[in-house]
């Protein structure tokens, strides 16, 4: 199965004249291997030196201090750890727009012969998935994670490394194939000599969990049904 990687970055800053990432620098990136939805061990993180001052409000955000970044590598000499790592995967970003302008910038003041992140990666932006599955609600990685119990008590500031691993857990809530079923709808149409009547009828099918749906229904074949002809619809 095609990996995953879950990646974000922190930054000096954000010009707020032109566009976001001109005068400003990374500091810092983290990105984390998903395979076969499973988080694995393999992951990479890397702060940067980025030969100029933090903004003061980005420092509120995530707390990294200039003399902290000193004597750590500049972006040039990660950029090859970074391009191996991501390409020919699904990556995954909150706000890519955000973080490749970042990431091709930086890649284009170095010379590098990769210029568009889109060539070597499929980018999916989980902001986009959120504003779809949730109009109207606070979509930032907190309320995500407040949305699907997801425990982000250790995220004190930003940090691209925690960031990512609570990204991973959002990404994985937010793309499982688990449903929300209307039982009252269910039953009425459900008849055990007749079971093509689920076909004829649309099961609205969200974030649910097998045991859930044990509590209303007891027959396993029943339920069993239900997961296979739900299958028919989309989410």
């Known amino acids: 199965m095609k990996k995953q990687i879950i990646l974000d970055i922190e930054t000096t800053g954000i010009n707020l004249i032109d566009k976001h990432y001109i005068g400003h620098k990374i500091i810092e990136i983290g990105a984390i291997e998903i395979i076969n939805r499973q988080i694995t061990n393999n992951f990479l993180h890397f702060y ?20 902290f970044l000193l004597n750590k590598p500049i972006f040039k000499y990660i950029s090859n ?9 699904d990556l995954i970003i909150h706000n890519s727009y955000f973080d490749i302008g970042f990431i091709e910038n930086e890649l284009k003041l170095i010379k590098h012969k990769i210029t568009k992140i889109k060539n070597i990666c499929n980018i999916i932006d989980t902001l986009s998935m959120a504003r779809k599955n949730f109009p109207g609600k606070k979509n930032d990685l907190n309320s995500l994670c407040q949305r699907f119990n997801i425990d982000n008590s250790l995220r004190k500031k930003h940090g691209a490394l925690i960031d990512a691993k609570l990204l991973a857990l959002v990404y994985l809530n937010m793309t499982r194939k688990q449903i929300k079923i209307n039982f009252n709808s269910i039953n009425k149409i459900y008849n055990k000599k007749n079971t093509k009547n689920l076909n004829k009828k649309k099961i609205i099918i969200r974030y649910a969990n097998k045991k859930e749906i044990q509590k209303h229904l007891k027959n396993k074949k029943y339920i069993n049904n239900i997961y296979k002809k739900s299958k028919k619809y989309k989410i």
């Open 48 to 67: 940067l030196n980025p030969n100029r001052k933090i903004d003061h409000k980005a420092y509120q955000i995530h707390g990294i201090k200039n003399s």
């Open 81 to 89: 750890n970074l391009i191996n790592f991501i390409k020919n995967s």
